[in-house]
């Protein structure tokens, strides 16, 4: 029986993905192109995944590329709550607010803007200004 759980997301940008993981100070393995990384669960249970979030000593979350082309996160939450002190539910808001900011500030870039200032407010929203030049 298997103790792995999956959780949907709209996330499709694996390099903000990293770097979202990166601000949180998550170590993580990433596959190469000849083979997944294993995600570890439940009494040495494992399964593959595209990125291994090493969440603990014996826990881990996966990233896993759906066929629609989104990341899904599979690991047993309970291990991972029990064993690195986070919930499903807190790691998922954790993680989308830190991709968000990432895609963001890509998007920025993109468009020619540079950034004026940035600025983290009492409630963690973070205020940016840009400019561009016409």
Not at 57 to 73: C, P
Request: proline residues 0%; charged residues 30%.
């Amino acid at each position: 029986m298997s103790h792995f759980t999956s959780v949907k997301t709209k996330i499709r940008d694996l390099v903000a993905l990293t770097r979202a993981l990166k601000d949180m100070q998550m170590e993580f393995t990433e596959c190469t192109e000849e083979q997944l990384v294993h995600v570890r669960g439940y009494q040495g249970q494992t399964t593959d995944a595209v990125v291994s979030i090493h969440a603990s000593k014996t826990y881990d979350i996966g990233v896993k590329l759906t066929a629609d082309g989104t990341y899904e996160f599979v690991a047993d939450w309970w291990g991972v709550e029990t064993t690195r002190g986070i919930s499903e539910q807190d790691f998922i808001k954790q993680l989308t607010r830190r991709y968000s900011y990432h895609k963001v500030m890509a998007e920025i870039k993109k468009k020619g803007y540079t950034i004026e200032s940035e600025e983290v407010q009492e409630d963690q929203t973070i205020q940016v200004r840009v400019r561009t030049w016409s």
